[in-house]
């Protein structure tokens, strides 16, 4: 069943950006791991393989499509961060990116009439209101601790952990 052209361009595009958080969750963790910050640390770690997952789950959709597989190139993720706000928040940006991403996919799957990729993109569209949920309330648990009371912030997290 091939997938138009530009249908699987646009998804190996999109696998780079799930691809790009996955680093870029992965620095965020680094750098809450040098902060001294485990529980943060090991949520970002978590993430950062969810997102990897996402990518993969891409990449064998495009394969299973017949469609060539193209990892673009990645983009650097971000080292520091001033504050735990400032990754945080920085998180939260991206999530509210690839969520736009992925509308545009879904838009560009009806318009071509591709109903196997919007069905797949589904999955898609329900993960990133979970993923906005989750970023969007630690940023505000994050802003109420301040960055003196991060103690807080990792007992917060610790506290997600069971339900996750």
């Known amino acids: 069943m091939p997938v138009e052209k530009s249908v699987v361009e646009a998804l190996n595009v999109h696998m780079g950006r799930e691809f790009e958080a996955h680093l870029q969750y992965l620095s965020v963790s680094s750098w809450f791991d040098a902060e001294g910050l485990p529980e943060l640390t090991k949520f970002f770690a978590a993430q950062a393989a969810e997102e990897h997952m996402h990518a993969t789950k891409i990449l064998t959709y495009v394969q299973d499509v017949g469609g060539p597989v193209v990892i673009p190139a990645l983009a650097a993720p971000k080292a520091s961060f001033e504050s735990a706000e400032e990754a945080v928040a920085g998180c939260l940006e991206w ?28 999955w898609y569209v329900t993960e990133q209101v979970e993923e906005i949920a989750t970023m969007s309330e630690l940023l505000q648990v994050t802003r109420r601790a301040g960055e003196s009371n991060l103690l807080l912030l990792e007992d917060y997290v610790a506290r997600l952990a069971p339900a996750a």
């Open 95 to 122: 999530e509210e990116n690839i969520t736009a991403h992925i509308h545009a996919l879904v838009d560009l799957a009806t318009s071509k009439n591709d109903h196997a990729t919007q069905v797949f993109l589904q």
